[in-house]
């Protein structure tokens, strides 16, 4: 069964914790993406890899990191310094960047404040 | 003016009704046009992926892209209760060399078809 899961459903963090979103897919695709939801609003890109150990920043990329060391996995962190965290992250995969291929997403990891 | 806009609706039907879902853009240079389904609390879902202007079918869906006036429809035929979700358009401009392969989306539409 090909596609993407994200871990955890719901995540809590407290003020100035870290925590790390995981996202992995079997679909063999090249590039992946991570994109932020905020209610009335549009997806916004966090950031995006096209192939293994490399990673751009998106539009809205102050706050997060990523690391891409393998193809399937591409897991984003929220960092203390993003002060407004509260949104349902999406992470998304594409056959490879740059192509008319387009994206499919997994289902989402809603992170709160506490 | 924003890229890409999208009337957020809510948009509330009958079951059986055609439904018309829009969006208007600014960036000419977009070529690929794509329609994603999101039920709540869920990831969306690829519907309907055309490429430059013209019409595309696939069941009861038609979505259809006017480049000249920056505009893309997707009509749901003879809707029902679980078409009810959140849709959103995305686009994309792909240049020469294919370095830059973005989607911007629109804030979504949320249609509910009442039985």
């Known amino acids: 069964d090909g596609g993407i899961t994200q871990s955890p459903k719901y995540l809590f963090r407290k003020e100035g914790q870290n925590v790390t979103l995981s996202c992995e897919q079997n679909?063999?695709?090249?590039?992946m993406y991570w994109y932020r939801q905020d209610p009335g609003q549009g997806l916004r890109l966090i950031y995006y890899?096209?192939?293994?150990?490399?990673?751009q920043k998106g539009d809205i990329a102050e706050g997060y990191s990523v690391s891409r060391e393998k193809k399937e996995s591409f897991p984003l962190t929220v960092t203390s310094a993003q002060k407004n965290p509260t949104a349902f992250y999406l992470c998304?995969?594409?056959?490879?960047?740059?192509?008319?291929?387009?994206?499919?997403f997994g289902p989402g990891t809603r992170l709160l404040v506490l | 003016q924003k890229e890409v806009e999208q009337d957020p609706g809510p948009l509330s039907v009958p079951e059986g009704a055609i439904v018309s879902l829009n969006c208007t853009y600014s960036?000419?240079?977009?070529?690929?046009f794509m329609w994603y389904r999101q039920y709540s609390r869920k990831g969306p879902e690829l519907l309907m992926y055309?490429?430059?202007?013209g019409n595309k079918e696939d069941g009861r869906f038609t979505a259809q892209v006017d480049k000249s006036s920056k505009y893309i429809s997707l009509f749901i035929r003879d809707s029902q209760p679980s078409d009810s979700a959140t849709y959103l358009c995305?686009?994309?401009?792909?240049?020469?060399?294919?370095?830059?392969?973005?989607?911007?989306f629109g804030k979504g539409t949320l249609l509910t078809v009442n039985p």
């Open positions: 998304a995969s594409s056959i490879s960047y740059g192509t008319q291929e387009t994206q499919y």
């Open positions: 679909l063999n695709h090249d590039a």
């Open positions: 890899s096209q192939i293994v150990n490399d990673f």
């Open positions: 960036n000419s240079a977009f070529q690929y």
């Open positions: 055309t490429y430059s202007s």
């Open positions: 995305a686009m994309s401009d792909i240049r020469s060399g294919g370095s830059n392969y973005k989607l911007t």
